[in-house]
DNA sequence: TTTGCAAGTGCGAATCATTTGCAACAAAGA
DNA sequence: TCTTTGTTGCAAATGATTCGCACTTGCAAA
């Protein structure tokens, strides 16, 4: 048998006293389908093959207040637009292949350790952090 | 006595065929004397206290130029604009104190490693890399 | 089931940092 | 000094994102 499943988006945001209208399910629901790392561009595209009506304003307004309440996760890489994920279950950092732009997750322990400790050593507090590794294919 | 000195700006620039005209000299100056990590606005602020009349067209230009030709660095903070800061001696990362918006370097050579095992791993060659850790001051 | 109304939406205009086209200007080599 | 190009200032363009506002719609309470 499986773990306990997480309550689907829409579900969250009802909790979260969010009015569930035609475009949030729809627009909740592309997000939920999201394995990769998409800007918003790309995701109205996707939003648009379900239901063309929904404006990119209410996109941006939807994917800012997700992102408020921690429901997704917003990125931004080097070329300089806003990415997303959905909340991902533990942390992770990125690989960004340079001549793909392929984004790939991957988890270090030990380097959130030392992370950890070197902020202690100089008397922070670790509030978040991002890594971010741009690589290419080794021959 | 102290190990041979890195050659100005202007004679770098000199090296690499620019033409150095009265702005250049200016704005090449007031990089050279930086020692944080200020935004566009803010060196144009810098640069106008000693010339008014140099554009902020021919800062933003300028910046790209050398930060084409790695004479400085460029980055971009969560707070989504560009800044810049001398070309440093040997490379570091940041802590981004959310509460004061201060910038402060950091080096690691342990997560430096680490990263270079992980890379490997996953059958990739480190291009560059960005680690922000975004921290508050510890009471 | 209807209704009231605050929350949500579409649309176009506004914003903000950054870039660009172009005519005037000025380094630097001949 | 003259000539050739690279640079500059200025204003207009860009491109991603946000906002104002009139219209619409979920949904709680009647």
């Given at each position: ?82 990415r997303y994920e959905p909340a ?20 270090s322990e030990d380097i959130e ?27």
């Amino acid at each position: 048998m499986t773990g306990t499943e997480r309550p689907s988006l829409v579900e969250q945001c009802r909790d979260n006293g969010w009015r569930i209208t035609g475009q949030r399910r729809v627009i909740l629901d592309v997000i939920e389908k999201t394995d990769d790392h998409p800007d918003v561009e790309e995701l109205h595209r996707r939003i648009r093959g379900i239901d063309p009506g929904v404006n990119i304003a209410t996109v941006y307004r939807t994917l800012n207040k997700l992102a408020d309440e921690n429901l997704i996760e917003r990125h931004m890489f080097d070329d300089g637009r806003l990415r997303y994920e959905p909340a991902p279950d533990a942390h992770h950092d990125h690989f960004i292949d340079v001549e793909t732009g392929e984004v790939i997750e991957f988890v270090s322990e030990d380097i959130e350790r030392m992370q950890d400790e070197i902020a202690r050593k100089h008397g922070f507090e670790i509030v978040s952090h991002k890594l971010e590794i741009y690589v290419k294919r080794r021959p």
